[in-house]
């Protein structure tokens, strides 16, 4: 019986994240809290694809997945696919941009050519035995793992612990996004790698001025100087 029960869990580790994806909204409920999503209700939305086409359907971004979701016909909650082909999403007055396999950023303002964008997700917070890199352990007197697969994240595999209670944060991370559509997270190398031309003017900038990068209105500062180099 152990034997048994060691081979299914074994085989819920190695899902693949395809799967976890497909599930319905029932299924995850469990793992997330109830205020995972950033608007109260699914929200008749627009997904506008490179091509000028769009369809509207029932959508909400959620903070654990960082990603929008939809209803689809069969009334299952899932995340949107095939995002290359997505040129942005609208949905209660809120632009969102699309990367594959990074889920959806939420743009702020232009300035220029360069927008400023965020992606605001859950994360686990708390003691070493219970953050988002715990990697996969086992009681060497058990059968049964102590900690399990959850998601697969560009490579990186992320585990819960099965053991204690999971405590999330709500987090904010702060991205450009340059004239080729390609996402940097804000920090002084994606500045000067973006504004290359403008790299001595905007090193003294820095140099004076100790911008917090986790504050969105310095953030604005620093942008609004960028652009008008």
Known sequence: MKSLLFLFLFIVALSSPSDALSENEGCRERMYPMDKYQFADFGEGRVYFRDGKFTSAKL???????????????????????KT?????????????????QGEFEFIERFGEVSLAKKTHLTLKGNKANN??????????????TSLLITNQAGEFRWQNTVSKPNYKVKTDYYLIDQNHRLHPVKKSSLLKIYGKQRSSLSEYLRKVHVDFNDVAQLKELLQFCSSL
Request: zero cysteines; charged letters at 15%.
């Open 85 to 101: 082909r997505i040129d942005y999403i609208a949905l209660n007055g809120t632009i969102f941009y699309s990367q594959p396999d």
């Open 60 to 82: 909400n971004y959620n903070y654990a997945q960082g990603a929008i979701e939809f209803i689809s016909p069969a009334k299952d909650t899932l995340i949107l696919t095939n």
């Open 132 to 145: 988002t890199e715990q990697r996969y352990t086992s009681n060497p007197e058990s059968m049964i793992p």
